[in-house]
């Protein structure tokens, strides 16, 4: 049995491979008690992610889908681990994520554009992540 694979292939597995990394790493830190996740964060993050699969569903793109839908498995993951293990509390940057992710919808569906919504929500999940990298 030969396994041919061409160039687009080959990235697609790798960024597949990529995604998976930092939510195991994630999950095994928390898991090991070295981690204690936002439970807002997890969430805002993992709303995001919903909102990445949704716009490139609605784009037809059939390739990035399998790495969003990794992140969202890793994100939804942290989150269920968030609830008994992670520290609660929100802060003005949960709300401002928050109030971001909903514009992004509502962008998305009054413009009818995804990719107008994808931008957002890549916008969207920078800032989602700022309060993690302060935190590290």
């Known amino acids: ?36 996740p936002q439970r807002m964060t997890r969430f805002l993050l993992l709303l995001v992610s919903f909102l990445f699969m949704g716009t490139l569903l609605a784009q037809g793109d059939r390739n990035a889908i399998y790495s969003i839908f990794v992140i969202f498995l890793g994100n939804l993951i942290i989150f269920l681990l968030s609830i008994k293990r992670g520290i609660g509390g929100t ?18 569906r009054v413009s009818n554009n995804p990719v107008l919504g994808l931008t957002m929500s890549i916008i969207t999940n920078f800032i989602a992540f700022l309060p993690t990298i302060s935190k590290s």
């Open 91 to 108: 802060t003005k940057l949960d709300y401002c994520v928050l109030s971001m992710a909903i514009l992004s919808l509502i962008i998305w």
């Open 1 to 36: 049995m030969e396994l041919n694979l061409n160039m687009k292939q080959i990235f697609l597995i790798l960024s597949i491979i990529i995604c998976m990394m930092s939510p195991t790493i994630g999950i095994y830190s928390i898991l090991k008690g070295k981690f204690k």
